[in-house]
């Protein structure tokens, strides 16, 4: 189900995190947002354009200001040929479906319009558009994309499924799946999942669903970030229950921390130097046992665009994980900027938890 995120007025287009805050809360209604669009108070086709989104996307969530809301609730009013009532202390349609402080819900064929006053700084009016079962994310491990099509492809057809498909880093993608015409969503995903009992998870973040299943086994992770300086710590930290399995985790960008705080040799570090599986080995070990977790996750390697050496260039990270009882460590090289390489590696270390951890984790 395709979902458009538009915000009417110009303070939003300078305001980031105020933006991530509302899409992070809509994304917890739906599975994905299709379009994100910014238009002035005062555009003189704003109209036409609601009027076209409408047309477009099934899920319409528009975020005013107290300024531009009159003129777009009048808006979407005439669009259902409705007229504006004070209800909940503010002008709504009446024919919303819903309506709640400072928003308001109208549906019909062929879309749902949900409309929110908001003002930057104060908690978001809450966020009416539901989830309608009619799509949801799969993430696949251990399959390059040649052979989750060869999986995906004949049941899809079956079951009268659309899916996108996309890389997070390599060996890790991610799925969005959703009805067509006369899809069965639910039976697609559970003969998916009995193809893939070991590589398949169904969850809107990959996080999240961590979280869950190492809170029910009682189980504790930690990481060791060098060129990611926290990012991993960061993407496990956004979600909420993350204290339930992380206790804490340390960042070693110099090779004197790295053998301070988690015990890798100067040994290792001279002979092999930092971006090595030696050194990813020590980290691992180090930082399970200063936090005293079940399992580890280190990174080490080159984000650039500086630091390269002719056998170590750009995107050369190594990336290993631990638990108890076995340890996996792989040598990447990951292309693009700097933040993307960070985020790839971050999430190859994912990648190995998944095939590490696969008895809490499948």
């Not at 300024?67 to 909940?88: C, G, N, R």
Request: glycine share 6%.
């Amino acid at each position: 189900m395709q979902t458009a995120l538009l915000f009417i007025g110009k303070e939003f287009q300078i305001n980031d995190e105020f933006v991530s805050y509302v899409k992070r809360q809509l994304l917890k209604n739906v599975d994905t947002i299709s379009a994100i669009v910014f238009y002035k108070e005062r555009d003189k086709n704003l109209f036409v354009h609601i009027a076209d989104f409408a047309k477009e996307y099934r899920n319409l969530l528009i975020v005013t200001t107290y300024e531009s809301y009159p003129t777009v609730s009048k808006i979407i009013a005439t669009l259902y040929d409705d007229t504006l009532v004070a209800k909940e202390n503010f002008l709504v349609p009446t024919k919303a479906t819903a309506a709640e402080s400072n928003s308001f819900l109208i549906e019909a064929n062929p879309s749902a319009i949900n409309l929110l006053r908001v003002k930057i700084g104060e908690k978001l009016p809450k966020i009416l558009l539901g989830l309608q079962n009619e799509s949801t994310n799969l993430f696949i491990f251990g399959l390059d994309r040649a052979q989750i099509m060869e999986k995906i492809d004949p049941l899809a057809k079956s079951y009268d499924i659309g899916y996108v498909l996309t890389q997070e880093t390599p060996e890790l993608h991610k799925v969005f799946v959703y009805n067509k015409k006369y899809g069965d969503l639910a039976i697609f995903v559970q003969n998916l999942k009995l193809m893939l009992p070991q590589s398949m998870i169904v969850a809107h973040n990959v996080f999240e669903y961590l979280i869950e299943r190492f809170t029910i086994a009682h189980k504790t992770i930690t990481f060791a970030e060098s060129c990611t300086g926290g990012l991993l710590a960061s993407l496990l930290t956004k979600i909420p229950g993350s204290s339930n399995i992380f206790n804490g985790s340390l960042v070693t960008y110099a090779n004197e921390i790295k053998h301070a705080w988690l015990g890798v040799k100067k040994e290792t570090l001279e002979a092999f130097g930092a971006v090595s599986e030696e050194t990813v080995e020590e980290m691992l070990r180090g930082a399970l046992k200063v936090a005293s977790a079940d399992y580890a996750i280190a990174i080490s390697g080159i984000a650039g665009p500086g630091g390269a050496t002719p056998t170590k260039p750009v995107g050369t990270v190594v990336v290993g994980c631990r638990g108890k009882e076995s340890e996996l460590i792989r040598t990447m090289h990951f292309k693009g900027d700097r933040n993307y390489i960070q985020y790839q590696a971050a999430m190859y270390g994912v990648r190995l938890l998944f095939e590490i951890a696969k008895e809490e984790l499948f």
